[in-house]
């Protein structure tokens, strides 16, 4: 579990093929190591990885195949600055909102615009995550918890105050760059509760005595 409040930002230091799998290094800057452990869970870049070997400043991780389809590491080269965070602890104070790490869909920057010292930005997402994100909402874009300002047809406003540019990655999102999604889990269990019964009935079967006996079944 994360809060989507960025810790430090990493730099991928090595990208090693694993057959159709990939291994990370990533080269942790500021990030408090002091305390993590194998088997712990670090997101990067929005992206829950387990940590497999580490040092006071690094730490490497696995990625599957499915990983690779899901997010925007598929992007990525050596060089490339990723958000960090641990996960949190429950004595951590909760700045930012519910955010589990697992990525919902990869989204693309289609407009950055200069208003006064912030920068706005309009975000395309998956038409099929659209509906769990709200305005003045949550959401997680690279690991960072940001709030929805306006929405128009599968796209959404960011609006990002210096503070929040100078300790992320977020000053170097440029048009064209593809970003990790993450929606409020909230959205998801309040779409879960409002189906009801429906939710928990099976779909019916096409099974019949009739489909049994042409096959020869019965």
């Not at 300002?149 to 540019?165: E, M, S, Y």
């Amino acid at each position: 579990m994360f809060t989507g409040i960025i810790e430090a930002v990493g730099t991928l230091t090595a990208i090693t093929p694993r057959g159709e799998d990939i291994s990370v290094t990533v080269q942790t800057g500021k990030l408090d190591m002091s305390d993590v452990k194998l088997g712990d869970s670090i997101a990067t870049n929005g992206v829950c990885l387990t940590v497999i070997d580490f040092g006071p400043n690094y730490y490497s991780a696995d990625l599957s195949l499915e990983t690779l389809k899901k997010t925007g590491f598929a992007h990525y080269q050596v060089g490339s600055k990723v958000n960090l965070e641990k996960a949190m602890l429950p004595t951590t104070r909760f700045g930012g909102h519910i955010v589990s790490g697992h990525v919902d869909g990869v989204g693309e920057i289609v407009e950055r615009n200069q208003v006064g010292r912030a920068i706005e930005f309009w975000v395309q997402m998956p038409a099929e995550i659209s509906k769990y994100v709200a305005e003045k909402g949550s959401i997680t874009v690279d690991g960072i918890s940001l709030t929805v300002n306006d929405l128009r047809k599968n796209a959404f406003k960011l609006t990002i105050v210096p503070h929040t540019g100078e300790e992320t990655t977020i000053n170097d999102f440029h048009v064209g760059r593809k970003v990790n999604l993450e929606v409020d889990v909230l959205a998801r269990y309040m779409e879960r509760l409002l189906q009801g019964n429906q939710a928990q009935e099976a779909p019916e079967s096409r099974l019949t005595m009739e489909f049994l006996q042409q096959n020869g079944f019965a």
